[in-house]
């Protein structure tokens, strides 16, 4: 059972501002989908490991070699910020009020 | 004949033989999008260097050089896969104005062989959707009936397929992406073994479904774009390789003679489509009579399948689009706070469809829900693995249809995502196993084409093809 109330919270959690007209919708579809999921229950999966990957290959590493990026990419990354300082990204505080 | 409607094979054996060229081919594919893109809507945005590109192939050859097969050859590449300098937005607001800083690797490798990108194809958001009409840019029409969806989310690769936009197209396949669209639209779709295939440059959707793969007019042609842009790379470490190609212009008698084809039977039950199983049943048939030996097959897990991919896919999907956050690319509504960036950002960027994965992929992930769903999903998702393991057998190869229906009218199943969901019922698996898969036309249903689709084990795309080449040689 999904609540509005858990719609609400759900967008909290995941950063999304969702419209109050919106809620009613979210909440029919996602009580159907999860409706429909719930069927995996009668699955048995006992004893049965996780799968985590396709092919099977875990902790694949590289060399520790530092790898130089190439300066047009580097700028072309450099333009895409929203906000900056010269050649550095600027972001919002993380922390509203500051007690010193 | 009309360059555009070439294969790959075909142009390519003309313009060695100086009898077309690059310019021409080129030429030919931007008089159909000039005629027709307007409405099919298959591009987002056409090249403006590709005849220049075109001229410069065709100077290389006239200079004698050697040319691989795809020189001078047009594709389209998904909005979701990079080509440095174009804008790459997977089909979403949030990335509507955002330029690819670097080339995916698939991109690179096309680049080196001489291959043109003609055009950005148009996909649902962030390739979540089986209709194309989740797009930022507006609905894709199917070129074959424009009053009807061309299936998604690569449904802008396969429509300029069909439309004769290009030879050739990249999409991305996380569940049915590219079969499926491939189906509805008529043309070949592969999704290839999970790995072949490098994802550096794709823009994540489910990390451990998603892969790039070739759509063409056939499974030869499709063929050729795989060899191309397949291999082990260090920037994906997911990736493997190398393993053996198939390669259609060595193999140019293909033979089913001794291929076991396996159908299974949870594939094939009553209530469904009997047109759609009637020209798939003929399709394996035709291959029987080729020599080919037919088996039932059980796969007892499939009827969860769904659900299984409904859990694991919108959990990894609200993790990698978390990277959306308007900081550092992409649109950013500034608001007072963080808090209110994030959420004005992302609540503006991502569309309906978008908003409601990444709510169902935060939900099965939160604390009291992971074990009931997530996890049990993981273990599920071995047992399916498991299945074709067991099937793998006693065949080769195992048919199906690709889609359950062919292809629908425009706005008939957006309303309602959980039917939508359902047409990718028979796609799903190869992706949660990571078996390779491809979907090939097998005769129509009241004038709209049916998809034989034959899956194969892990790596062997070499059996998979040469099955799938001989049947379109039927």
């Known amino acids: 059972m999904i609540t509005n109330e858990d719609i609400l919270h759900l967008a909290k959690l995941a950063r999304l501002q969702v419209a109050e007209a919106d809620v009613l919708g979210y909440q029919t579809d996602l009580e159907a989908i999860l409706g429909y999921v719930n069927k995996l229950k009668e699955l048995d999966t006992e004893g049965v490991p996780e799968m985590a990957h396709a092919d099977g290959s875990t902790n694949v590493s590289r060399e520790d070699v530092a790898v130089v990026c190439p300066v047009d990419e580097r700028t072309a990354m450099i333009g895409a910020f929203p906000v900056r300082s010269g050649d550095l990204l600027e972001v919002q505080a993380v922390f509203a009020n500051r007690t010193e | ?474």
Not at chain 2, 17 to 32: I, P
Not at chain 2, 112 to 126: K, L, S, V
Not at chain 2, 278 to 292: D, F, N, P, T
Not at chain 2, 382 to 403: G, N
């Open chain 2, 1 to 474: 004949m009309n360059p555009s409607e070439l294969t790959i094979l075909e142009a390519a054996k003309l313009m060695r033989e100086k009898k077309l060229t690059a310019y021409d081919l080129v030429s030919s594919c931007l008089e159909r999008i000039e005629a027709d893109n307007g409405e099919i809507n298959a591009l987002v945005s056409v090249s403006k260097t590709a005849l220049d590109e075109a001229k410069a192939i065709d100077a290389r050859r006239s200079s004698g050089e050697d040319l691989p097969m795809l020189a001078g050859i047009p594709l389209a590449i998904k909005d979701n896969i990079m080509v440095k300098g174009w804008m790459a937005s997977a089909g979403s607001r949030i990335l509507e104005n955002h330029t690819a800083a670097y080339d995916a690797t698939v991109v690179a490798q096309l680049r080196a062989q001489g291959a043109i990108f003609i055009g950005r194809a148009n996909m649902d958001e962030f390739a979540m959707g089986s209709s194309s009409e989740s797009c930022h840019f507006g609905v894709v029409r199917n070129p074959v009936d424009r009053e009807r969806v061309p299936g998604g989310s690569s449904g802008g690769s396969a429509a300029a397929v069909a439309a004769g936009f290009a030879l050739g197209a990249l999409g991305s396949d996380t569940g049915g992406s590219v079969r499926q669209p491939a189906s509805l639209c008529g043309v070949t779709g592969l999704k290839p073994t999970y790995g072949r295939v490098s994802r550096y440059g794709l823009i994540a959707l489910a990390s451990s479904l998603d892969q790039i793969g070739p759509l063409a007019k056939t499974a030869a042609d499709v063929a050729v774009i795989l060899s191309a842009i397949e291999g082990n790379d260090p920037k994906d470490a997911t990736s493997s390789g190398p393993y053996e190609t198939y390669l259609p212009e060595i193999d140019t008698e293909p033979s089913v003679e001794g291929v076991r084809i396996g159908i299974p039977k949870e594939y094939f039950l009553d209530g469904m489509d009997e047109r759609v199983k009637a020209s798939v049943m003929y399709a394996v048939r035709q291959l029987e009579k080729k020599g080919a030996k037919i088996v039932e097959v059980s796969l007892p897990t499939t009827e969860y399948a769904l659900a299984v991919y409904y859990l694991v896919m919108p959990a990894e999907a609200s993790s990698n689009l978390a990277r959306f956050d308007g900081m550092r690319y992409g649109l950013s509504a500034g608001g007072a706070t963080l808090q209110e960036t994030y959420e004005r950002t992302r609540g503006e960027g991502f569309g309906a469809e978008a908003k409601r994965r990444i709510m169902l992929g935060t939900y099965v992930l939160s604390k009291g829900y992971y074990d009931a769903y997530y996890r049990k999903a993981l273990k599920a998702r071995e047992r399916i693995r498991l299945d074709f393991e067991d099937a793998f057998k006693v065949c080769d190869v195992i048919a199906s249809p690709t889609s359950p229906t062919v292809a629908w009218k425009i706005g008939e199943k957006f309303g309602d995502p959980l039917t939508m969901y359902l047409s990718d019922i028979y796609t799903i698996s190869a992706n949660l196993a990571g078996i390779p898969a491809i979907s090939v036309p097998c005769g129509t249903a009241d004038g709209l084409p049916v998809g034989l689709q034959l899956m194969g084990k892990p790596f062997d795309e070499k059996t998979l093809l040469r099955v799938a080449c001989t049947q379109q040689k039927t």
